[in-house]
């Protein structure tokens, strides 16, 4: 079972920085693919990055050169680095592995106001 707790959000002025942390329970979650997503009100959610086992990432378009994803395999913890946040960053933030189907956390809200 995969406990996922993420924290970090907030409320932010455009153009503003935040941390998104994640933690994560689970065997061997420090060697897996890690995703980050979010969800606006009345949107779809949304793949926003992934990182590889060998430590690779991969952006979507709209937050490429802004975000950063990273972990720390000593803590089971990633990492989403927002700079330079837009209004249309506002959303609930999740994080799971690549593969995995089951139960999401609970997410983190970031308001970002213009």
């Known amino acids: 079972q995969v406990q996922l707790v993420e924290s970090g959000g907030g409320l932010v002025q455009a153009g503003g920085s935040l941390r998104l942390s994640c933690a994560a329970s689970?065997?061997?979650?420090?060697?897996?693919?890690m995703d980050w997503y979010r969800q606006s009100p009345g949107k779809q959610r949304e793949w926003v990055a992934t990182?590889?086992?060998?430590?690779?990432?991969v952006y979507a378009a709209s937050v490429k050169g802004r975000f950063t994803i990273s972990r720390d395999n000593t803590k089971n913890t990633v990492y989403l680095q927002m700079n330079n946040l837009k209004p249309e960053d506002t959303a609930v933030y999740y994080c799971?592995?690549?593969?995995?189907?089951?139960?999401w956390g609970q997410g983190t809200q970031v308001t970002v106001s213009p």
């Open positions: 799971k592995p690549t593969s995995y189907s089951g139960t």
């Open positions: 689970g065997r061997f979650l420090s060697i897996l693919p």
């Open positions: 990182m590889s086992r060998s430590s690779s990432t």
